[in-house]
Every structure is written in C-alpha cells, then in structure tokens.
C-alpha cells in the first residue's frame, strides 16, 4: 500500500470519568484519503476516543494530533477542518433538511454565499434536493443518515468521523453512504474514520483498530487478522438435526470459539490449536457435511476477544414448553394500513408456524414495523384480518395478547422509571400478580444479570444492557409469541450472540418468533424472510432460497445483503424477482 500523509497521530492517550478508566495508553496512525474503522464491543471506548479526535473532550493522558494541530492547545482550529457526525445522526428532527443545513452552517461561521453554494452541492451529493422542506423527524433512517453526513461536510473536512452511521439503516442506504465515503477518500484524500457495530462494514476498510476495555487489540487490515483463522472456519452442511440444536451443541464443544446458523448449514470458528475429535463426532451424529470455508473478519474479532458466549441459554433452560390450540402462530390476511392519504402496508399476506423464526426484512419506511404494530394489537388496520395464537386481534384483543410479546424499536423501556419498576409494570401489564409476579422478576433479575442496576434510570444502562432489560419485560409472562423490532441495532456481535443463544433456545421450547433485522446475517437465522417494500411483501421464502433465486449465472451464491438488494432494484426495474409466497 502506497504511503499516504498522516492525518490523525494517537499517543499515549488516556482517559479516564471518575473511577472509569474508558481509554488506556492508546497510540494509532490514521492515514488521508484512507478509510479507517473503529470496532469493538460495547463500552470499549469507540465513541469516546471519537470526541477526543473531535476535539470534544480533553484527554486525561497522552496527546491526538490532528492534521498537526493539538485537539487540547489548538481546538478552536479544528471545526473548519474536521467534520463529526455523532450516533443518531445529531440533527434538530423539528426543523427541515435545508434549516438543519442553514443551523450548522451558521454554527460553523460560514458565510451565506459559501453556504448556499455548499448546500448545492452537498444536496446534489447527497441526493436530498428534493426533501429540503421535509422535517428531519419525518426522514427514513437512510435519509437522516444523509443528511448527518451533509451537515459534517459543511466545511469541506479534511477529516470525517462518523459514529455508527449504519445503525438502523437498511442495506440500500449503507450501500449509498458506501458510494459517498468511497468518493470522498478517493477523490478528494479525506480521511474517513467510520465507527461500526456490522463487522462486515470493518471488513470494507483499509484498516482497522480494534478496541477492547480502553485498549487497541489490533491495529491493520482487515485481512491481517482474517488471514489467522485460515483453517479455523468450517461449516456443518445441511445437517438432519435441528440446525438450532447443532449449533448449541457446537457452541459448547471447548473447541469452538464462535458459532452462527447460516441459511440451512451451521458456521464454526475453531480455538487456535484445537482438536477435532469432539466436532467430528458431533459432525457424523448430525449427518452433516464438514467443509473449510474462507474466514470472515467477524471471525477473527471474536476469537480475538477470547469467543462467544457459548450455545446455552438460562432463560430458555427456566421456561416452560410452549402448547398452542392451533398450527399456525400468526396470520395475516389483506392487512393494511392508511395514514391519511398514505398507504403504510398494502394487502400484506403470510402465515407463521409454531416454533417458526419468521423474519420481516425491508428497507427504512418499507412497513415493517406498522405490520408488527398491527399484529400486536397497537395499531388497528384499516382492512384485513390479524390473528395472534389462533385469536383475531380484532373481535379478542386481551386474549390475543396475552399470548404476545413485544420488544419494539429503541426498546420503548419507560425512562422515569427505573429498572425494577420497569420490570414491575411489564409484569403487571401481563396480568402477573403476587408470588408469581415477585418469582419471575427476580428469575429476571438474575437471567440478565441487572442485580446492580436495578434504581438506575434505562437511559443510563449500557446499550447492551438496555437490550437485556427490554428482553426481559417481553418474556416475562412467558408468551407463545415473540416480536422482535430491530431488537439488536447498534449492539456489538458478542451481545448479538447472546441475543440469539436466548432466542434459539426458546424457539426450541416452542415459542414463535417474528423479528425484523437490518443485519442480515441474523435474517440466516430465521427458518424464512418476507421482504417488505413500498408497503408490500415482494418475496416470501427461506434465506437459502432468497439467495440461490438472487444469484447470477456463473457467479457463486450471493450473501442475503446481495440478495435484498438484487430484490428491491428488480422492483425498481418493474421486474419483481419473484411472487410473494404464504407458505413454505
């Protein structure tokens, strides 16, 4: 790789609020027109070292030089020359595009013939010109993502810092940032420091440092720490046994670091130096096929993090089977959704078994979340027909949802509360009362391990905890069905995994599970995918065959992000890929 100028030089940096040590003895190079990311788990200290960069904070210890000014002694300097977009994008939701621009504008003193001039060109950029008027708040996700990055290049940057742009955004939008950060570091040498929770994004940079506690793990390519695991990644083909069961069984094997369902087969990451006896009896057991397959960078991030969290989940091993009168869990029929003059869903039509993952994928704004609000009685649908456990939400809505469970976007846990008294009021919304109430909080209480949070407000948790939290108030009564809205956003793949453990195990216990997911290889995990778009399901079938249908004579089968994108653009081209299905 050909030298580039040093943009950003990290020394000895350290930081530290009050007895917490965020940052230790820290030291990196970041290089111009490079694309350079920033992972690790949650609390390792990706944002904090971003404010730092951004001159936001003062370090504690150690110094950043940026574009050779001293982020502590030369800050005043660094606003013309550096552009931060925080998580969630830090934009004012009641003003519209063009007035979010004029704000930052004015905060970075630009002058209005400059600005209009930037506006121009960051619209045309951005591809936002004819949203101007629209209110911030009223954006997609992808769009909001825009129109962060058009208020962090206001000032024509140098340097870019973007905290967890992707979070929440669809694959279509994340595939737009990508052209937009490609231009800026090709062609015109800006250095892009991207901040990511999707390992697969990490893999797309051309370095990366990799934080864990305040500390720098690795620091390099991507393929540098991929290239460790070259014979360490296999994968179980098709095994006969239930794919969730092998993959918990794998998880505990003390050889495995890491596993993952993938389509119909069963991915595994094997302990550097281990043996094979114990995966090869597990392989013949279950009638799969054993194959080498090339390693991925999240393979590597967690085995460098010591592995996974392991194949057992406590909250599935703590409840009771699940029975249902009825074969199928939820059905959809001609449901649809009008705000006013707009259409949310359009005619949606699919049918969920018991004991089924069944995942709901689609652009921001496709209607993915109108239909869960409708299947759990949140929403009233302006036609059709929703019916829960054998129960129409309509003509029974109490005893439909009381066989429900829902984890909505952002959690929606209630922040003048506290932790216990979320709990509590989950429980007590559930029809929970007396000993019952008291047990299954405290089993709660010590599934997710909230004991030393329990007066702390939600909106001071760790995201990783805020997701445990929500979790727990959704499964307290232990309901038959489980909806699950974007519930993993924005948390690092090891909480993923423990996300996951928890869901596979209670589906193996006969709970039904409905979950929408920007990540896509969480969308493997599901048994099938209806994907949404302008309103409607445009396929409807398992992620294997979503796949192969995607995929291009002569050309290997495509990743499930390829092949929602090959989907929505043959919608967009006025040739559906193929017709939605209502059953398997």
């Known amino acids: 790789m050909t030298a580039s100028p040093v943009a950003i030089e990290i020394s000895n940096l350290s930081k530290r609020f009050g007895q917490t040590e965020a940052l230790r003895d820290i030291g990196a190079v970041i290089h111009a027109g490079r694309l350079t990311g920033l992972v690790g788990p949650d609390g390792a200290g990706k944002t904090t ?74 619209l045309d950029f951005t591809r936002l010109g004819p949203f101007t008027e629209r209110l911030a708040g009223r954006l997609s996700g992808g769009m909001k993502q825009k129109l962060g990055l058009a208020c962090a290049l206001l000032s024509g940057p140098s340097v870019l810092l973007l905290d967890e742009p992707g979070v929440g955004v669809d694959p279509v939008s994340r595939q737009d940032l990508w052209r937009m950060v490609n231009a800026l570091t090709v062609e015109q040498g800006v250095a892009v420091v991207w901040a990511t929770a999707y390992l697969d994004e990490a893999e797309r940079c051309e370095s990366v440092i990799l934080l864990n506690e305040g500390r720098v793990t690795f620091d390099g390519p991507p393929g540098q720490l991929t290239a460790r695991l070259a014979d360490r990644s296999l994968c179980l083909v098709e095994p006969r046994q239930d794919r969730r069961l092998v993959l918990a069984r794998a998880l505990n094997l003390p050889e495995v670091c890491d596993g993952v369902i993938q389509g119909d087969s069963v991915r595994v990451v094997l302990r550097q130096d281990a043996g094979r006896e114990a995966l090869a009896a597990l392989v013949a057991e279950s009638g799969a096929r054993l194959t080498r397959v090339a390693p991925r960078f999240e393979d590597g991030f967690i085995d460098l993090l010591g592995g996974g969290p392991g194949g057992t989940s406590v909250l599935a091993e703590r409840m009771n089977p699940v029975t249902l009168d009825c074969e199928l869990a939820v059905e959809c029929r001609d449901l649809t959704r009008r705000f006013g003059d707009f259409l949310a869903t359009d005619g949606v039509d699919f049918e969920v078994r018991q004991g089924e993952i069944f995942g709901l994928l689609g652009p921001n704004g496709a209607g993915k979340s109108t239909t869960f609000k409708m299947l759990c009685g949140l929403l009233r649908p302006s036609a059709g027909v929703a019916r829960v456990a054998g129960f129409n939400l309509a003509a029974a809505p109490s005893r439909a949802k009381s066989q429900l469970g829902y984890m909505a976007q952002k959690f929606s846990l209630y922040g003048l509360l506290s932790v216990q008294q979320n709990l509590e009021f989950s429980a007590g919304v559930y029809g929970l009362t007396g000993a019952v109430k008291r047990d299954r909080i405290a089993e709660m209480v010590d599934i997710f391990h909230l004991g030393i949070y329990l007066k702390e407000s939600p909106e001071s948790l760790p995201l990783g905890y805020k997701q445990r939290l929500a979790l727990a108030c959704a499964v307290i009564h232990e309901p038959a069905v489980l909806f699950l809205d974007e519930p993993t956003s924005g948390v ?84 559906a890929g193929m017709p939605a299905r209502t059953a398997a």
Not at 63 to 85: H, S, W
Not at 499 to 509: A, E, P, S, T, Y
Not at 533 to 561: F, W
């Open 49 to 122: 070292l971003m404010r730092l960069m951004a001159g936001l904070m003062h370090p504690c210890a150690g110094a950043i030089q940026v574009l050779g000014l001293d982020t502590v002694r030369q800050a005043e300097y660094l606003p013309e020359k550096v552009g931060y977009m925080p998580q969630r994008f830090g934009l004012y939701e009641d003003l519209s595009v063009l007035e979010n621009l004029r704000l930052y504008a004015r905060l970075r003193g630009l002058a209005d013939r400059a600005a209009r001039d930037s506006f121009d060109r960051l």
């Open 492 to 575: 690092d793949p090891l909480t993923r995994r423990e996300f996951w453990n928890h869901i596979n195990g209670l589906v193996r216990k006969g709970v039904t599970v409905l979950v929408t997911t920007h990540f896509m290889d969480e969308a493997e995990y599901c048994d099938r995918v209806a994907l949404m778009y302008q309103a409607r399901v445009i396929a409807l079938d398992t992620p294997d065959a979503l796949k192969r249908n995607a995929a291009v004579d002569g050309c290997e089968t495509p990743s499930m992000e390829q092949a929602f994108i090959h989907l929505i653009e043959a919608v967009d081209a006025g040739q």
